[in-house]
């Protein structure tokens, strides 16, 4: 009895494999390790704008999926990202970047100098918002400045 059970399972194993059909080449590819990325967080994300977060997994996700001016490198020193260079005035307060050529958002539209203003006055202002704001109400009403 064993050696027919053993017999059929070894048939049931070749018909299976032999009766297995190659994939249609016209299907989506599966993901692989080729084209998809999978990263475990410690915890739950709370929100995608850089504007409100204030939390570590939150910033562990923007890290790798926004870009900004400006940059670090492996040793910490601040280097250009998006922007080509950068100047200093001789009084330290005022930074000149100027952006590369032929930065476009995913809809290929330009990406422009107002669009870096209009951010970080955005985050300037709900920063200010989160932080001084007696109420959510107030922070409700409140409306980005006009001039970005």
């Known amino acids: 009895m064993k050696k027919l059970n053993m017999l059929l399972c070894a048939g049931l194993l070749v018909l299976n494999t032999a009766c297995s059909t190659k994939p249609d080449p016209s ?17 739950q994300i709370t929100t995608l704008d850089p504007g409100f977060n204030t939390e570590t997994v939150n910033n562990y996700i923007l890290a790798h999926t926004v870009s900004s001016l400006m940059t670090k490198d492996e040793n910490g020193n601040v280097i250009p990202e998006l922007a080509e260079s950068y100047t200093v005035s001789d009084d330290g307060l005022t930074y000149t970047l100027k952006i590369k050529d032929g930065l476009t958002w995913s809809d290929g539209k330009p990406l422009t100098s107002q669009d870096f203003k209009y951010a970080i006055l955005r985050n300037l202002t709900y920063g200010c918002l989160l932080y001084t704001s007696s109420s959510p109400r107030d922070r409700q009403k409140s409306r980005m400045p006009s001039s970005a």
């Not at 692989?32 to 967080?41: G, L, R």
């Open 27 to 43: 299907s989506p590819t599966p993901e692989t390790k080729q084209n998809s990325i999978v990263v475990a967080v410690g915890g």
